[in-house]
């Protein structure tokens, strides 16, 4: 039997943290142990690809490297370009990504690439395979599985889910185009409950899309994320005292403390996501958490946070396409230092300071 999954995260920050209209996040792993159930003996083999999944696993998992997030739908990736004057269009979309995974050196740094489905069967504008750029670079493609969210039927305005219908085919699809992980990302809402059908929906859902991907190849990558909304009291985290700000420390010692209480240490990985952070926040807290030992390989999976300053940096005029790589690699580089606790911060940019909000989506 082999078992290689690696798991998203957002980070817990202290109690004296408080944003009005805002709640703490708690580590999405959380809803796992919200509702223990006896264990049922059932075991999940990965048939032939056992020793290849643990391969990728390790591989994603290497010491000073993360993941770069860049799954943006078709839809949801028009709002970071029209923040630079961009028109929606697929020829723009591959402009950027082109960008992207081509800026050189970037597998130094990078271990893994999230991919939407557009990107994973999508050329550069040199017609090359987008994944045979990543793999050139040794970095891992990976691949969004989920189909989003739909409401939950029974449920107190809940969602859950949807994509496992066809998985299994897809997924298959996916390894043969190049994919070697996958991505699942479901929600719990606190305000809405959450209702035990909800937090079984999505306990359910993962279990068996990680085991349908395991089956097929990937490496299942298992998102369950607590959302962020609500004007709720936080007692289901921790309770808020005052408003003060709190540091990278005290975030990285209740997020270690909770994850050590529910987190097998054979989980190999433990992916933090930036959210709504900027660049330097998030490597600065993911910095707090690699300063003492883990049982995992603590590390990033940030979208906004590796891109805000890339992006603002090439502006959509190929001119700026290699100072913008070199922006990418400067917020790699500072990342991989974080995840070897590493990271001092210094000489940071203003622009690398300020996080980037746009209408209806945290970039």
């Known amino acids: 039997m082999a078992s290689a999954s690696l798991l998203k995260t957002a980070p817990v920050v202290d109690k004296s943290e408080w ?91 990078i271990s893994g690439a999230i991919l939407f489905e557009e990107t994973l069967y999508q050329t550069t504008i040199d017609g090359k395979k987008m994944v045979d750029v990543l793999v050139e670079q040794n970095i891992v493609p990976g691949i969004k599985v989920d189909k989003g969210l739909v409401p939950l039927a029974g449920s107190n305005d809940e969602s859950s889910c949807q994509g496992l219908d066809g998985l299994a085919p897809r997924s298959a699809a996916y390894y043969q185009q190049g994919a070697r992980f996958a991505k699942w990302r479901t929600v719990v809402s606190i305000p809405n409950g959450p209702s035990e059908l909800a937090v079984k929906e999505a306990a359910w859902g993962l279990a068996l899309y990680a085991a349908i991907s395991q089956d097929n190849g990937l490496v299942p ?16 985290t921790f309770e808020v005292a005052k ?45 707090a958490k690699n300063q003492a030992p883990n049982p995992w390989h603590v590390s990033f999976s940030y979208a906004r946070a590796l891109q805000n300053t890339c992006l603002k940096t090439w502006g959509g005029r190929p001119e700026n396409v290699k100072a913008a790589q070199e922006a990418l690699l400067v917020r790699a580089k500072a990342n991989s230092l974080a995840q070897l606790g590493k990271y001092t911060g210094e000489g940071e940019s203003e622009e690398a300071k300020k996080g980037m909000f746009v209408k209806g989506y945290v970039y």
């Open 19 to 109: 944003v009005k209209g805002q709640t703490l996040r708690q580590p999405s792993a959380s809803i796992v142990r919200c509702h223990p159930v006896a264990p049922s003996g059932l075991t999940v083999r990965a048939s032939s690809y056992a020793d290849e999944l643990v391969k990728t696993a390790k591989s994603i998992a290497s010491p000073g490297r993360g993941i770069l997030a860049m799954d943006e739908s078709n839809a949801t990736c028009g709002k970071p370009l029209a923040s630079i004057g961009l028109e929606n269009t697929e020829a723009n979309r591959q402009a950027y990504r082109t960008l992207l995974v081509s800026a050189t050196g970037l597998g130094q740094y």
């Open 221 to 236: 990558i298992v998102e369950p994320e607590i959302l962020l909304d609500g004007e709720h009291g936080i007692g289901r």
């Open 243 to 287: 408003k003060d700000k709190a540091t990278p420390q005290q975030v990285a010692d209740y997020t270690l403390s909770l994850l050590r209480q529910i987190i097998p240490p054979a989980v190999p990985e433990i992916m933090f996501l930036s959210g709504g952070q900027s660049e330097v926040e998030a490597t600065l807290n993911l910095n």
